[in-house]
């Protein structure tokens, strides 16, 4: 038997072989509605006000960056074998408040479009990141079912070597940050008591990493295990959600089912590019250009938008990385644009992956970025473009990609009401006070 590091260390590439090929079926109840709230806000229970917003920043940058290098894995590895659970927890993170067990407990984890794999930390653990909820405890819930290793679930799944009484799940991040544990079966339950039986989740007995207060992870990808497959007979294929500002102490929600539908005036729509296991997970856009300033895009003549030649599905649109990634030649132009329209005083970036960074200072100001996805312009929040990463240092939140993973982060999708269609096949946009919503 290897030593631990050296088992996670060859891990790598046996995660991504790892497969879970299941059925669900569950009883149709309706839509659901529950909170996401920022996990900065005052209403989060990680709220921790003796963390500064740098370090905050940039554990969420390490995360973002990591999320990057585990792409660039999955991206080289022949297609055809589909994944568990590649995720990127962030501190600069949204968070998701659901209910797990009999009686239901609350858990409060990190609502991940780009992974599918929901798992919560539980006792007794071996290893646990410290958590500002109580540990799930499986023996005090009576609905707690470990799925056995000859289940379908399981054997479906090629499942870990290790697989002893029940099946073992294992979860690896890009920056070396881990979950193992039991895959079960458990109770979910929403807000106004709206729950879901039989749903597969990891129960995580040895999980190590910067996953900060949170308990875990909730899995929103394209994938069979994600929330949005197993829950399909009720979420039908949509959800939304609405991310507030960061410096916001707002609670807002996210939505599945018909109340998730995203549409009227206002709605700019963009077409989600379908992709085969493993990259079923990511919810691929086609980014064209961006531009800055709003009058080029008033004037609407293309040739001044600095658009590549369309690559469809050049981009994740993804609400657990914080910062977007573009590719190289679009990011260089952005910045060559931004040069010439930001003012202030320059100074030398703090550090990767940021390039240009200004003085943080009265006279500072940039002019509005705008996102051209394939028939839809995103003008990006003023909030989220610059963002303060060192005391007096502004930075631009768009970064270039060094490999060939592009991600469109959430600081990027404040202030939207953002809908996924899945049947559809089309992601809707719609301006929104996400800290006020109607
Ligand atoms: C739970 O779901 C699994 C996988 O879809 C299925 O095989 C099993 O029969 C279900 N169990 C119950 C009690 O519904
Ligand atoms: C976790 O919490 C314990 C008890 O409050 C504390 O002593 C420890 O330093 C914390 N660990 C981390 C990594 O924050
Ligand atoms: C989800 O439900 C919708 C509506 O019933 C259906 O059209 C779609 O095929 C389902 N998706 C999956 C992956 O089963
Ligand atoms: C959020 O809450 C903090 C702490 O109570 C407060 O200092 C800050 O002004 C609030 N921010 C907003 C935008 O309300
Ligand atoms: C383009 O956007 C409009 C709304 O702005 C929408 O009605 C239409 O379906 C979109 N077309 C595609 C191909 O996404």
Request: aromatic content about 10%; glycine content about 8%.
């Amino acid at each position: 038997m290897p030593s631990y590091h050296k088992y996670m260390s060859t891990f790598l590439c046996s995660i991504l072989l790892y497969s879970l090929c299941l059925t669900y079926s569950v009883e149709s109840t309706g839509d659901l509605t529950f909170d996401f709230i920022h996990r900065d806000s005052r209403h989060s229970p990680s709220y921790d006000p003796s963390i500064t917003r740098f370090q905050r920043l940039r554990q969420a940058v390490d995360r973002s960056l990591s999320r990057k290098s585990l792409l660039t894995a999955l991206r080289s590895k022949s297609s055809g074998e589909s994944i568990t659970a590649p995720i990127i927890p962030s501190d600069y993170e949204y968070l998701m408040k659901i209910k797990i067990g009999t009686p239901p407990a609350e858990q409060v984890a990190i609502a991940d479009t780009g992974s599918d794999l929901t798992w919560t930390q539980c006792k007794p653990c071996t290893e646990c990141f410290n958590q500002s909820l109580p540990l799930f405890d499986p023996s005090q819930s009576s609905s707690y079912r470990p799925v056995p290793c000859d289940s379908p679930q399981c054997t479906e799944s090629g499942s870990s070597p290790s697989c002893g009484d029940a099946c073992q799940y294992h979860v690896l991040y890009g920056d070396g940050s881990y979950s193992v544990g039991e895959l079960a079966t458990e109770i979910l339950t929403f807000d106004g008591d709206v729950s879901f039986p039989n749903f597969s989740f990891g129960c995580g007995f040895n999980n190590v990493g910067s996953f900060s207060d949170g308990s875990g992870i909730v899995g929103l990808g394209g994938g069979s295990i994600s929330i949005v497959n197993q829950l399909n007979d009720s979420v039908g294929g949509k959800f939304s959600y609405c991310l507030p500002l960061q410096d916001s102490n707002a609670t807002s929600k996210i939505s599945f089912g018909s109340s998730a539908v995203v549409a009227g005036p206002g709605v700019v729509s963009t077409p989600l590019v379908k992709k085969s296991p493993p990259e079923d997970t990511f919810y691929y856009l086609t980014l064209e250009g961006l531009s800055v300033g709003l009058d080029r895009i008033a004037n609407a003549e293309p040739e001044l938008l600095p658009s590549l030649e369309t690559n469809e599905g050049n981009i994740i649109i993804d609400s657990g990385t914080t910062l977007s990634i573009l590719p190289d030649e679009i990011y260089n132009r952005v910045e060559a644009m931004l040069e010439g329209a930001v003012e202030g005083e320059r100074v030398e970036a703090p550090g990767d992956p940021f390039r240009m960074c200004y003085k943080k200072e009265d006279g500072f100001s940039s002019p509005p970025v705008t996102a051209h996805f394939k028939n839809a312009s995103v003008v990006l929040a003023e909030e989220g473009v610059f963002l303060e990463v060192e005391e007096g240092i502004v930075c631009l939140t768009l970064v270039p990609s060094e490999g060939d993973v592009c991600i469109f982060g959430n600081l990027h999708q404040m202030n939207y009401q953002i809908g996924f269609d899945l049947v559809e096949e089309q992601l809707n946009f719609l301006p929104t006070d996400c800290s006020n919503p109607q």
